[in-house]
T-cell receptor, first 110, second 114 residues
Framework: AQRVTQPEKLLSVFKGAPVELKCNYS??????LFWYVQYSRQRLQLLLR??SRESIKGFTADLNKGETSFHLKKPFAQEEDSAMYYC????????????FGQGTELSVKP | ETGVTQSPTHLIKTRGQQVTLRCSSQ?????VSWYQQALGQGPQFIFQ???????GRGNFPPRFSGLQFPNYSSELNVNALELDDSALYLC?????????????FGEGSRLTVL
């Protein structure tokens, strides 16, 4: 069965510290992985996707098929990064159907 | 550009009742997906509508049903409500053939079943 696992419900770091939000997945096909973010009192929105190989707001994520992971990283956390982060998997040709992890709340303290 | 709007924002029902939730997709988007988000969990896919037809369904019983209208707005109907149906229901739209996995979410409708 397809599954996305985010092992940490809460991650708390100090401003300027590196941050890594973990995501592991299980899927036998060719997955596409995403990170969605929800800031306080805002709606859920796309942060980045592995296909784009882009850095958004200083965040990067690399798909590691060997370890079936897609961890989200940022070298220096900022207070405005505090939010709920969801890792999601899209199966082949099923654009609207995403399988989400349980989410990790990132708290960046001053 | 108008984003995804959902109504109502909050509602309370009792067990056994029926509920209808509404969603207007973002301008230019003709695909709508519905998700259920229980407290402390990630969103879970219910179904998707494309050109007024159901186009994929998650692991939800038939008492969860939907509609999409010619203007691409959508409804989610839940019959015979159960306590476990209490959740935030999210609507998300995406443009035709994008298949990119980028969904544009509404703010959700929070349903409480007593």
């Amino acid at each position: 069965a397809q599954r996305v696992t985010q092992p940490e419900k809460l991650l708390s770091v100090f401003k300027g510290a590196p941050v890594e939000l973990k995501c592991n997945y299980s899927y036998s096909g060719s997955p596409e992985l995403f990170w969605y973010v929800q800031y306080s009192r805002q709606r859920l929105q796309l942060l980045l996707r592995h296909i784009s190989r882009e850095s958004i707001k200083g965040f990067t994520a690399d798909l590691n098929k060997g370890e079936t992971s897609f961890h989200l990283k940022k070298p220096f956390a900022q207070e405005e990064d505090s939010a709920m982060y969801y890792c999601a998997l899209k199966k082949d040709n099923q654009g609207g159907k995403l399988i989400f992890g349980q989410g990790t709340e990132l708290s960046v303290k001053p | 550009e108008t984003g995804v709007t959902q109504s109502p924002t909050h509602l309370i029902k009792t067990r056994g009742q029926q509920v209808t939730l509404r969603c207007s997709s973002q301008s230019g988007h003709n695909t709508v997906s519905w998700y259920q988000q229980a407290l402390g969990q990630g969103p879970q896919f219910i179904f998707q509508y494309y050109r007024e037809e159901e186009n994929g369904r998650g692991n939800f019983p038939p008492r969860f049903s939907g509609l999409q209208f010619p203007n691409y707005s959508s409804e989610l109907n839940v019959n015979a409500l159960e306590l476990d149906d209490s959740a935030l229901y999210l609507c998300a739209s995406s443009p035709e053939a994008a298949n990119t996995g980028e969904l544009f979410f509404g703010e959700g409708s929070r349903l409480t079943v007593l």
